[in-house]
């Protein structure tokens, strides 16, 4: 049957492919007024008849361009677009033979008495920003705007909705402008349909004052704008699902939308049980991101979720999980722009875990084992608004305040044990502990920008103040038995009440002064934080007689207030004109740390540092379809409090930890570099990139380990760590013909890294070096099928320089194969299999595994309506087996995971989106 189906594919591919004829057209786009070629213009090709669009390419530096592929139409209409200057078209009876246009003249634009400015381009170059015609481009049957950016050159989504575009991820997705629902980009490229979208914008991610001031970015990051059809922006629309599954599974979300120009007012809700963030709509990766999970044998599932700084669930296991939120956003006037949104999450985890560990030491080793179980619950709440006032053309403020509040009730159960070498006991531990806790945090973050003149030249000032304030209590049961020469039992019953408050400021302040016009200028900076914390840590013991928690303990309790300060004046020039672009800074920090310790006068701790920080950007665009980066940075990172600090913390009766007060600031250098290439015409895109790091006096662990197996920790600097990382991506896209196009994609990560570590006194150095080739091939075919497999080969090896350690080596093999097919009509099939081969896995252990899951959906009520029938896990050899070792141990460990079940699920959707009202008559043509 699997040999019928693909000779029948085959079949009908190499008969479109018979009844297509190749074309080829080339030309050059010129200046009508003085003849100089226009770079960036825009030309596509498409079916005079109906405007079907066929190709479509971008003019090189020179204006040149040329169109070819396969196609069986013949009557063409060539089209050619550049901003500021009147559109060219024109009709072509193609013969067969190859046609040279030869020069075409672009005439500027008169943009006098009312015209009406709309752009069929399927593609525009704006400076630094690039735009795409979204009716351009041919997707399935209500597309979700995740689809439809899947069809745009450039793009990549991978199965958890993260873009990248040329390699560099998105960050930040807008609407017209403005945030929707926070800063989780699958909220809005799963819920909105691409036909309420009329342009996608690409730029570099900026802030608001950035962009205000039109400085450079100073992310790698991508944004992505969303323009919504002026026709489509006002109305209701939205969607609601549930679903009911075997093994008491269930889901359900829903969404409202209203749209009235500037305003735009949507709510959502949804929970399950089935470990999604709760935005699930029944069908895999569809609406919100329902149902993503990965399955790997190295890697264990996660059931704790972060979507824009929102928490769902906690720790591994199975979670339930319950959401609603709430996004506003309006223009109040001409000048005062704002959003705001608020979530609330509920979630309840459960888990049950168990690991083996190998303990390596330069002499010896020894053996530990452990189970537990935890439940967790938790609820949280958070609200975020932003206003933007446009006091006039030269000045902006924004202000950012945020607030959160979050309560948690964890219980936890854990035995271990640990044994030498010969599996005698050498001492085991049993716990319960219940922690009840509450926080609430307040965050305002104000800036204020002005400009002056017109080369340039501004003043801003930024301000960001943070509260966060937290309580728990804690109730801890424990056991502990130390066997061997001197025997002892640790009996623990305790309660502790706890208490944190942190409270942050910083400013910022920048003025840029222009040397040569728009070109070359300097900033002067100046930054100053200042972060105060307390922490009170009450622990009491069980008093018998009392038959209550009174007997403080000293040793166990803390309560001390923790200062730092920083101060930093930097210089920065940067340089950009045409193609190039450079900025370089250097700084001096100045850092006093200082800590008072109210239980323990002696400790007391102050410690002033100075250091120096900088960092170099280059960017080179050769032309718009292909760039340069280079980046560097110096930065100086100033040890943690718990570091530094020498309090001998017992809270683990089996591992002590004591601070150094010793240690000094670690230096790190990193060099990034990457080149990027895009040819719109041939549909090819390589992307490669270099990554170093080299870090002195770096702050790492140093821990000794008696007979018992008993732990003591400290810190200490090591010079020496390094890592270098690197990949190289090609990937093409081949029309067959109208319907039918073949993607491939090839690629590599290579990386090595050297770290120093401490084992029992004795140092010693890790060399880590992997090797990753990719795969990835999809075959769309319009409306009917689409197949994407992907496959992952990892080599990996480790290395130590001392001889007890034995060297490690091994080869993972990963495989994704995707499909959708949608034959008949109304029925959508979609799967997702994946196999993961890891010989890194303690015998006992499933090494290789295949997970399949599966989707039938079914469209009703004019495609308003679906019916879905999903199974997870089908093959039901879902196990959370996974491996963890570095230079120290080997840890082998599996934990509770969802298995094999079946859901059948309903949405529904509507949209009242309509006419925004009647187009103004007048003299009209088509440009941007």
């Known amino acids: 049957m699997k040999k019928t189906i693909t000779f029948l594919l085959l079949l009908c591919s190499i008969t479109i492919v018979a009844q297509s004829k190749p074309y080829y057209i080339s030309g050059t786009v010129v200046s009508k007024i003085d003849q100089k070629p226009l770079s960036d213009a825009t030309v596509y090709l498409e079916r005079a008849k109906d405007s079907t669009l066929i190709t479509y390419t971008i003019t090189d530096k020179n204006g040149k361009f040329e169109l070819e592929g396969r196609t069986s139409w013949t009557d063409f209409s060539l089209n050619v677009s550049y901003i500021g200057y009147e559109p060219h078209n024109q009709n072509i009876d193609y013969k067969g033979t190859p046609i040279n246009l030869n020069t075409i003249s672009l005439a500027n634009a008169n943009v006098l008495d009312e015209v009406i400015i709309k752009s069929r381009s399927p593609i525009t170059i704006k400076k630094d920003t690039l735009e795409f015609n979204v009716s351009s481009f041919k997707t399935k049957k209500d597309a979700s705007v995740e689809d439809l950016i899947r069809e745009l050159p450039g793009f990549e989504v991978d199965e958890s909705g993260q873009i990248t575009h040329n390699g560099k991820p998105i960050n930040k997705i807008l609407v017209n402008g403005k945030p929707f629902f926070g800063n989780d980009p699958t909220i809005t490229t799963r819920n909105l349909t691409k036909d309420i979208i009329e342009k996608i914008q690409v730029t570099d991610t900026k802030t608001k004052s950035q962009a205000f001031t039109g400085e450079e970015s100073t992310s790698d990051d991508k944004t992505i704008n969303l323009t919504i059809k002026k026709e489509n922006n006002k109305g209701i629309f939205g969607r609601i699902s549930a679903g009911a599954g075997t093994d008491k599974r269930w889901e359900g979300a829903g969404m409202l939308n209203y749209f009235n120009n500037d305003r735009r007012i949507s709510v959502l809700a949804g929970g399950n049980n089935i470990n999604s963030p709760g935005f699930s709509f029944g069908e895999i990766e569809k609406m919100f991101g329902g149902g993503n999970t990965t399955f790997r044998v190295s890697n264990g599932g996660q059931t704790s979720f972060s979507i824009g700084g929102r928490s769902f669930g906690g720790g591994q296991g199975i979670t339930t999980s319950k959401n609603t939120g709430f996004n506003y956003a309006d223009k109040l006037s001409k000048k005062v722009d704002v959003s705001a949104d608020y979530f609330y ?81 050498t001492n085991e531990s049993t716990t319960n502990s219940f922690v009840e806790s509450s926080a609430n945090s307040f965050e305002n973050e104000f800036s204020i920008t002005k400009k002056f003149g017109s080369k340039g030249s501004f003043l801003k000032f930024e301000l960001d103040n943070q509260f966060n304030s937290s309580k728990s209590d804690d109730f801890l049961s ?252 090609f990937n093409k896209s081949v029309k067959i013909d109208s319907v039918k196009t073949i993607k491939f994609g090839l690629g590599t990560n290579i990386s090595t890294n050297k770290q120093y570590s401490f084992n029992n006194d004795v140092k010693y150095a890790t060399t880590n070096t992997s090797f990753s080739p990719t795969l990835s091939l999809t075959f769309d075919w319009r409306d009917v099928l689409e197949i994407r497999p992907d496959y992952r080969l990892s080599f990996n090896n480790t290395s130590y320089d001392i001889e007890n350690f034995d060297n490690r080596e091994f080869t993972t093999h990963n ?54 029938l999903k199974a997870f896990d089908l093959l039901n050899q879902n196990t959370n087996a996974r491996r963890v070792s570095n230079e120290n141990y080997i840890e082998d460990s599996q934990s509770m995971v969802l298995q094999r079940y079946f859901m059948v699920g309903f949405s529904y959707k509507f949209n009242t989106l309509g006419k925004a009202g009647e187009i103004r008559k007048g003299r009209r043509y088509r440009m941007f």
């Open 815 to 868: 495989l994704r194969i995707s499909t959708r097919t949608n034959v008949p009509k109304n029925l959508e099939w979609e799967n997702v299999v994946n196999f993961n081969y890891n010989p890194n896995i303690a015998d006992g252990f499933q090494k290789s595994a295949w997970f399949w899951n599966s989707t039938i959906s079914y469209s009703i009520l004019k495609d308003k309506g679906i019916i879905s």
């Open 478 to 729: 424990s056991e502990t038995e130390i066997y061997g020469d001197t025997p002892e039992t640790i009996l623990r019953n305790q309660f502790t009440d706890g208490s944190n408050d942190n409270s942050s400021f910083g400013t910022e302040l920048t003025y840029r002064l222009p040397l040569m016009g728009k070109t070359f200028y300097i900033d002067f900076q100046h930054e100053y934080s200042r972060d105060k914390r307390e922490n009170v840590r009450s622990t009491y013991d069980f008093n018998q007689i009392d038959q209550d928690f009174t007997d403080f303990n000293t040793e166990l309790s803390t309560n001390y207030q923790y200062l730092n300060k920083t101060s930093d004046q930097g210089i920065r020039l940067n340089y950009r004109k045409d193609k190039i672009y450079f900025n370089l800074r250097g700084s001096h920090v100045y850092r006093v740390l200082e800590n008072k310790d109210l239980l323990r006068p002696e400790l007391d701790l102050k410690r002033n540092f100075n250091t120096f920080r900088a960092s170099s950007r280059f960017r080179y665009q050769f032309s718009s379809k292909k760039s340069f980066g280079l980046r560097y940075n110096l930065r100086s990172r100033v040890p943690a409090l718990s570091q530094l600090q020498p309090f001998v913390d017992i809270s683990n009766p089996l591992n002590t930890r004591i601070g150094n007060p010793n240690l000094v600031p670690s230096n790190e250098h990193s060099l990034n570099m990457n080149f990027n290439s895009f040819d719109f015409q041939k549909g090819t895109g390589f992307y490669s990139y270099l990554w170093s790091n080299y870090t002195n006096n770096e702050v790492v662990s140093k821990t000794t380990i008696d007979n018992n197996n008993i732990r003591t920790t400290t810190y200490t600097n090591v010079d020496g760590n390094y890592y270098v990382g690197g990949g190289a991506f």
């Open 345 to 425: 999450s509920n979630s309840n985890s459960e888990d049950e875990s168990s690991k083996e560990r190998e303990n390596i030491l330069p002499d010896r080793r020894y053996f530990s084992n452990s189970n537990s179980a935890a439940t967790n619950q938790s609820e949280s709440h958070s609200a975020n608004l932003e206003f933007e006032i446009n006091i006039d053309t030269t000045l902006y403020i924004n202000i950012q305040p945020s607030f959160g509040f979050s309560t948690n009730k964890r219980k936890y159960e854990e035995y271990e044990g640990t044994r030498d070498e010969i599996q005698s006991l």
